[in-house]
């Protein structure tokens, strides 16, 4: 058995009720709703969350709601553990694989659902599959911090940096589609920090993107819209690389 859980906490404060805010006139937390709904290897839908507004969404969309403890709600809150939570909350014997989204990202699909769950169906010897996208202009080898109120190189700064991107080993982040991952990893905590509950084996799929897709601006609702009404015409082509890996 294979379940998608959903985490949306509430009380956002860079959009207030963030992950029901109206996104083409409907709650944003409907789209990763309706693609785990969608995905023919998902089984059973579940939304973590400690907001009202939340489970009255996903309770009219067939979902049912996991509610967080006071301990694992709020903003400060760790979440691995309230994936964790949420894990053990659903957890069964015929439970296999495990599907993460979060409630305030819509750029994803059934189509990313399934295929991460065929590639741990598949690829017996790997723990868990996680949605990437490569770094250009933003790699980390180009990060700055500040330091006594200027730029400074991020880290050491007596690193040797070229300005040549392209000369630089490539870096990927997590963009903010799915975790997907054989349930016993959330009981081993032995995943790529900060992702502890992805096992050690984590394959990626990488996305088209040029940066994470979650929503945190007003500009990322208008981005979000576009690629909603977009996205039968785009092409989102995604690596099949992991037939190959061996």
């Known amino acids: 058995m294979n379940v998608a859980i959903i985490t949306a906490r509430a009380g956002s404060k860079s959009i207030k009720n963030k992950n029901v805010y109206p996104v083409l006139g409907k709650p944003m937390i409907t789209y990763p709703i309706q693609a785990a709904k969608e995905a023919s290897k998902v ?5 973590s969350t400690d907001g009202q507004s939340i489970a ?31 894990v053990e909350y659903v957890d069964r014997p015929e439970l296999e694989n495990v599907v993460i989204l979060l409630g305030n990202t819509v750029m994803v699909d059934a189509e990313l659902i399934d295929e991460g769950l ?9 723990d868990s599959v996680m ?7 933003d790699h980390p080898m180009r990060a700055l911090e500040i330091k006594n109120g200027v730029l400074s190189p991020y880290g050491d700064p007596n690193r040797s940096v070229s300005t040549e991107r392209q000369s630089y080993p490539p870096a990927y982040y997590f963009d903010q589609g799915i975790w997907v991952f054989r349930k016993q990893c959330i009981y081993s905590k032995d995943g790529p920090n900060p992702w502890w509950w ?29 690629w909603l009404r977009e996205k039968p015409h785009l092409n989102l082509g995604r690596s099949k690389q992991w037939k190959n890996d061996r």
């Open 43 to 47: 089984d059973r839908v579940y939304v």
């Open 56 to 86: 009255e969404v996903a309770q009219s969309l067939g979902c049912e709601v996991i509610w967080r403890p006071a301990e694992l709600a709020g903003d400060h809150v760790n979440h691995g553990d309230v994936i964790k939570h949420a």
């Open 118 to 126: 065929s590639i741990l169906q598949e690829r017996k010897d790997l």
């Open 131 to 137: 949605s990437v996208w490569e770094a250009a202009d």
């Open 198 to 226: 992805m096992g050690k084996r984590c394959l990626p799929i990488v996305r088209p993107w040029v940066t994470g897709r979650d929503v945190h601006t007003y500009l990322d609702i208008a981005l979000a819209e576009w």
